[in-house]
């Protein structure tokens, strides 16, 4: 689990802003669209499916995270404005959610991601 997860490259998704709401909606349909075929895939079960592609396993993480700011409305360059703190999300990122996907490797993806959100965004608050 930690050799996929900890190589995550999921600042894009930590650092994505959301400008304007009908820019963001139209955008978020499109993320939602690509997300929705990997909602019932809990932690485990994405590593065994995609055990040998880890930038497939980065991207359907990194479009959960896009829904879970979008679905809490944070605004990442907003609630964390210093740029040094922005550069360490990912890390506090790809921690929160190797914790949560260790606590229960049977929990969707999309729970723990969305729970490595809040963790994240709170350690930084």
């Known amino acids: 689990m930690k050799k996929l997860l900890g190589s ?3 600042s894009a998704a930590c650092t994505c ?3 304007g709401a009908a820019l963001a909606d139209e955008e ?6 690509l997300a929705m075929p990997h909602m019932h895939h809990s932690c485990e079960s994405v590593i065994d499916i995609y055990s040998d592609d880890d930038a497939k396993v980065a991207d359907i993480v990194r479009l959960m995270a896009m829904v879970s700011l979008y679905n809490r409305q944070i605004d990442v360059v907003k609630t964390i404005p210093d740029e040094a703190d922005q550069a360490r999300l990912a890390d506090e990122f ?4 190797e914790d949560a996907c260790d606590d229960d490797p049977g929990m969707l993806l999309a ?15």
């Open 111 to 125: 729970g723990a991601v969305d729970i490595a959100i809040r963790e994240t965004i709170d350690a930084f608050e």
């Open 8 to 10: 995550l490259a999921v």
């Open 28 to 33: 978020m349909d499109k993320i939602i669209n």
């Open 94 to 97: 790809t921690e929160e959610l």
């Open 17 to 19: 802003a959301f400008s």
